[in-house]
């Protein structure tokens, strides 16, 4: 019985969405005393009520930090292809797996504990379904380099420009491409959360020449920030600039 006590102590409650408004009390009691507050939700009862991608549009509007009880292969392209913003570690951290199997790459130990929730059976089959999707996914994820490239550029003077030989050579062979994306603005969570991966894409595609401006733009889609901004806030920036010798930069770039 002692034990039973403890882990319904230690086990989150899992909500069932939509929230009923006596949850809402408990809930913001509870988001009002952690500072990295985490909705856990109870998927199987949610997905009786809203489909996946009305579960990820609900998300986005109440702007909940989410976890999930189980995840399925609907859910997963709920986030990849939504047009709403959500914040999940969870299903970023997912996502990281099956794009890691999918290039070969092995799951670290802390990577293989998600291994309950999407089996490597199950991610298996899941990239067997879904090659062009995961393949778009890769591509687009890879173009997160020349967007960043091509903003450094755009964010500099006509001094500065003057004496950015290196980069001024890169931007003149990046291809703008602008076409409809099955992926929709989770790119952000999954390139700032799964920093990881996006270093995995970049060592075995090398550096992509083109980004997709559907997708790369100064849309205000993010929380209220367009995308270069997030990604100059996570250091992805700072990171991507990084790559590049110590010298291929002007100084002013970097201040």
Not at 105 to 129: C, D, G, H, V
């Amino acid at each position: 019985m002692n034990d039973m006590v403890e882990k319904e102590s230690i086990e989150p409650k899992a909500y069932v969405l939509p929230l009923a408004p006596t949850d809402l009390v408990a809930i913001y009691k509870e988001k009002e005393e952690k500072e990295d507050y985490i909705l856990h939700i109870d998927y199987t009862a949610s997905k009786e009520k809203l489909k996946p991608e009305h579960i990820i549009i609900y998300l986005a509007n109440t702007n909940f930090k989410a976890s999930f009880d189980r995840v399925d292969e609907d859910l997963i392209l709920a986030y990849i292809k939504s047009e709403f913003m959500i914040d999940s570690p969870l299903l970023t951290r997912l996502l990281v797996n099956i794009l890691k199997q999918k290039l070969e790459y092995q799951n670290t130990e802390t990577e293989k504990m998600l291994w309950f929730t999407f089996s490597p059976e199950r991610t298996a089959k899941f990239i067997e379904e879904n090659l062009e999707l995961l393949d778009q996914l890769i591509e687009t994820i890879a173009q997160t380099t020349p967007y960043i490239l091509s903003k450094i550029w755009d964010n500099l003077d006509d001094t500065q420009k003057s004496c950015e030989h290196n980069l001024r050579n890169i931007i003149n062979d990046i291809e703008v491409i602008d076409k409809p994306s099955a992926c929709g603005p989770n790119i952000a969570r999954f390139i700032t959360g799964g920093y990881d991966a996006y270093l995995l894409i970049v060592e075995t595609f090398g550096l992509s020449m083109k980004y997709n401006k559907s997708v790369f733009n100064d849309s205000p889609k993010y929380f209220g920030k367009d995308l270069y901004n997030v990604l100059c806030i996570s250091k992805v920036t700072d990171n991507v600039i990084a790559f590049f010798p110590k010298d291929f930069f002007y100084a002013s770039t970097l201040k």
